[in-house]
């Protein structure tokens, strides 16, 4: 409804301009109005340019992450095993991304790990890849009411039968 009352607008002011430009001419000089785009409910429909794309950055080198992680990758099984301890609070699934042989401790042990860690204690992780399946791991831990706590580890992670395990943090 708008839009026609604009466009009402728009063809009086050129009648009405072409009265006043002075010529003689009885009849009006009457320019077509531009009509405006309106999706269904009568709004302007806007013809803007394309926004330029912005690339997605795939390197977070250098960033303090919280990630649930995955198997896909080194680094990926690493934060998946830090947010099992940390996020999930579950030993036995932290566990089960570590390979058979590792020096991970065994489930329930890892449970009376996390079981003392106090409720709402945050963390984040830089993961460094140094060679292949060999990480830089530089974690902060952020416990209640007390100052972050920070500390570096090398994490050798193992590809088996398709998957990205945890092997042995030192």
């Not at 080198?61 to 990758?73: H, I, P, S, Y």
């Not at 940390?86 to 790990?113: D, H, I, K, M, W």
Request: charged residues 20%; aromatic residues 6%.
């Amino acid at each position: 409804m708008a839009v026609l009352g604009v466009a009402g607008v728009l063809v009086a002011g050129t009648v009405a301009l072409g009265h006043l430009d002075g010529s003689d001419s009885a009849s009006p000089i009457a320019v077509p109005p531009v009509a405006a785009l309106v999706d269904e409910n009568g709004v302007p429909i806007l013809s803007l340019p394309a926004p330029d794309p912005v690339e997605e950055r795939k390197d977070t080198v250098g960033e303090c992450r919280a990630d649930r992680g995955n198997q896909k990758t080194g680094a990926g099984v690493i934060a998946a095993f830090n947010f099992a301890y940390y996020n999930q609070r579950n030993g036995e699934a932290a566990r089960a991304l570590a390979t058979p042989t590792s020096t991970v401790q065994p489930g329930p042990e890892l449970q009376r790990f996390i079981d003392a860690v106090p409720l709402g204690t945050n963390y984040c992780q830089k993961i460094t890849a140094l060679s292949d399946g060999v990480y830089l791991v530089d974690l902060s831990v952020m416990r209640p009411g007390q100052p972050v706590e920070r500390g570096t580890q090398t994490v050798t992670t193992a590809h088996l039968d398709g998957r990205w395990y945890v092997d042995a943090f030192t």
